[in-house]
């Protein structure tokens, strides 16, 4: 056996002996919750515009919070269209998976455009819940 192949063998060996996973390695990112939601959304503005949304919007806002709360890469539009029939800007949101690209239409109300921004830069473990984010924009 050649030296060369045989030198290759023995770092594959040493490699396999590594230890698996990212134990120690995770960096801890600052959480992006409800209140620095509010923080860069006026909440009486976001809760008057929640309330506006046909119950089909509403249910996509919160599907978007949850999918970022669960940390699944979404694709999404980088800037908003606008929906004729419908009157409403909105922003695309897809995700992949073994089934093909599914998405959906997410209204462009308040913070939501900044909400993407923060979302995009992956600087943040994002944490949010609609009810949660609505409820504490009416008691500000």
Known sequence: ????VFNNLMNMNRFNELPKGNKGLEIKMPIFGTQ?????????IFAKQVLECTPYDRDKIGLFFDQMTQ????????MSNFDQKRNLAYFHVSIRSENGSRGYKLPDIEGISKLIDIYIDG???INLNLEDVYNEALAV
């Open 36 to 44: 620095q939601f509010l923080d860069i959304a006026n909440g009486n």
């Open 71 to 78: 940390g699944l890469k979404l694709h999404i539009s980088v």
């Open 123 to 125: 600087k943040h473990n």
């Open 1 to 4: 056996m050649n030296y060369f």
